[in-house]
């Protein structure tokens, strides 16, 4: 079946610095990618839709110029989280949703990212 | 606007128990699919089922099935004879509209099965 992977899995980094995570897509192409921010005991919260090859859309709330998103291929998007504080630890989810999809989504294992 | 509350935010049963999970939606789409998905402590999300507007047939999968009632806007999963493995958090989702793969989630529901 399709399969998305994260990397890293789970990141450690200090605050002020920036982390890099990806979301590929392995046996399909992914037109649309999507980020998720989930805190601890608490639901999934749409930050920004990722389309290939244009600007990602970014939700309510959710600041663009600090988490960076590209989407370079069909089969890879990225979240960099800049300038990271503690505040930004969470664990972050990608989906992908394949060519000609109409509500087939598979979700990536999520990176968890603590900022001391 | 589209929500998706999941009123139990905990429930412990014990093993062999059946329990059910509650899950009720606004939308103004005449269109839309409704998911559930589970996350074991390990975090991934798995996939269980999705679910379209317009097919209100309850399904049966092994011990799990789902309850659509669109005219309570609900969308209820049951899992009969709940074994420890069951355990997790259990997020009922929907579609933001038909030809869009944004889910909105609900607040999920922490699942605990004793043995």
């Known amino acids: 079946g399709a399969v998305v992977s994260q990397h890293p899995s789970w990141v450690i980094c200090k605050s002020g610095t920036s982390v890099k995570i990806e979301c590929r897509s392995l046996d399909f192409q992914a037109t649309t990618m999507f980020w998720y921010r989930q805190f601890p005991k608490q639901s999934l919260m749409l930050m920004a839709t990722s389309n290939e090859g244009s600007k990602a859309t970014y939700e309510q709330g959710v600041e663009k110029d600090k988490f960076l998103i590209n989407h370079a291929s069909l089969t890879l998007s990225t979240l960099t989280v800049t300038s990271a504080h503690p505040e930004d630890s969470s664990f972050y989810i990608c989906?992908?949703?394949?060519?000609?999809?109409?509500?087939?989504?598979?979700f990536g294992e999520g990176s968890r990212l603590t900022v001391l | 606007a589209q929500k998706v509350t999941q009123a139990q935010t905990e429930i412990s049963v014990v093993e062999k128990e059946d329990v059910t999970l509650d899950c009720v939606y606004e939308?103004?789409?005449?269109?839309?699919?409704l998911f559930w998905y589970k996350q074991p402590p390990s975090g991934e999300l798995v996939f269980l089922i999705r679910?379209?507007?317009?097919?209100?047939q309850n399904e049966i999968s092994g011990r799990y099935s789902w309850n659509f009632q669109k005219s309570t806007s609900s969308f209820n999963f049951t899992i009969t004879a709940s074994q420890v493995v069951d355990s997790a958090v259990y997020f009922c989702?929907?579609?933001?509209?038909?030809?869009?793969?944004?889910?909105?989630f609900g607040t999920g529901t922490r699942l605990q099965v004793f043995p």
């Open positions: 989906s992908a949703a394949g060519q000609g999809s109409t509500g087939e989504l598979f």
């Open positions: 939308t103004r789409d005449t269109t839309y699919y």
């Open positions: 989702a929907l579609s933001e509209n038909y030809n869009t793969d944004k889910l909105i």
């Open positions: 679910r379209n507007s317009f097919d209100e």
